[in-house]
């Protein structure tokens, strides 16, 4: 004879936040375990890889938080992967790079103009 387990939410629909789980306890009842939803990782905004050093959780799970766990003591720390951050920092230097051989390359014609 099948044991009759009761709901523990009042909730009654089969959706992806109501999922449930019929667990058998060591007393030998069926009750039912509400499953939360499984969290996805924090991602880079560049390339969409999932941040190391930042704690995977629900979005409203955050807020408990402090500052420290929610980011990397880095530039761009929390939002922008190191990797990313390293690329931002050569293509930077690389642009000035280029800007001063511009400024002495014209300086350079000025120069054998006069």
């Known amino acids: 004879m099948a044991q009759r387990v009761t709901l523990r939410k009042r909730q009654p629909y089969n959706t992806s936040s109501n999922r449930r789980r019929v667990v ?9 375990h509400h499953i939360k939803k499984l969290a996805s990782a924090p991602k ?10 930042v704690p995977t959780l629900r979005p409203r799970q955050y807020a ?9 003591s880095r530039a761009y720390g929390g939002s922008v992967c190191a990797g ?8 930077a230097f690389l ?10 390359l014209k300086a350079k014609a000025a120069a054998s103009k006069k």
Do not use: M, W
């Open 24 to 32: 058998k306890t060591p007393g030998g009842k069926l009750v039912v």
């Open 44 to 53: 880079c905004g560049d390339c969409g890889e999932a941040l190391a050093g």
């Open 64 to 72: 408990t938080l402090s500052k420290r766990q929610k980011s990397v």
């Open 84 to 91: 990313c951050v390293r690329q931002r920092i050569t293509r």
């Open 95 to 104: 642009i000035e790079e280029a800007t001063i051989v511009k400024r002495v």
